[in-house]
């Protein structure tokens, strides 16, 4: 029997609504990417060109601690991963958990939340980060996650 993990990285909790509703909607277990470091709002204040946030997307190479790996990532046939966007991408603690688990041959689902960017540029990042991986199409789910995810997934 296949098994799904949603995967999601939240700053504000709008990321974090979405997950839990694509989790439910599909039957899913669900997984935060959480900082070991939690971010402060003057952290993901992206005005201020010395912020956390400003500091690691400028910097490709940056890769946030995680808190807290997924137990048992082999269970999992079928990964939702979620994020807001930042700079057109997705933040840099998602590239940590895409680049600490071997993804080879799994079905990978980005989804993200966006004030209005598209998922489009991130995707590339993504499939860039772990190009064995599976992926399909991902979408915005600023509304109607759960609709959305079980189009996904043929349900």
């Not at 979405?18 to 599909?26: G, K, L, Y």
């Not at 899913?28 to 900082?35: G, M, N, S, T």
């Amino acid at each position: 029997m296949s098994k799904t993990l949603v995967a999601y990285f939240s700053a504000s909790g709008t990321t974090a609504r979405a997950a839990r509703e694509i989790a439910d909607a599909v039957g899913a277990d669900l997984y935060e990417i959480r900082p070991a470091e939690p971010y402060s709002s003057a952290d993901l204040n992206w005005m201020d060109k010395k912020s956390r946030s400003t500091v690691e997307m400028n910097d490709p190479a940056c890769r946030p601690a995680i808190a807290e790996p997924v137990r048992d990532m082999d269970q999992y046939d079928t990964v939702f991963v979620g994020f807001p966007i930042w700079w057109y991408v997705e933040p840099r603690i998602v590239d940590t958990f895409l680049e600490r688990y071997d993804l080879s041959g799994k079905t990978v689902i980005p989804f993200a939340t966006s004030g209005g960017s598209g998922i489009g540029k991130a995707e590339k990042s993504l499939q860039d980060h772990c190009p064995k991986a599976a992926w399909k199409k991902g979408g915005l789910v600023n509304s109607g996650a759960a609709a959305w995810a079980k189009s996904v997934m043929g349900l």
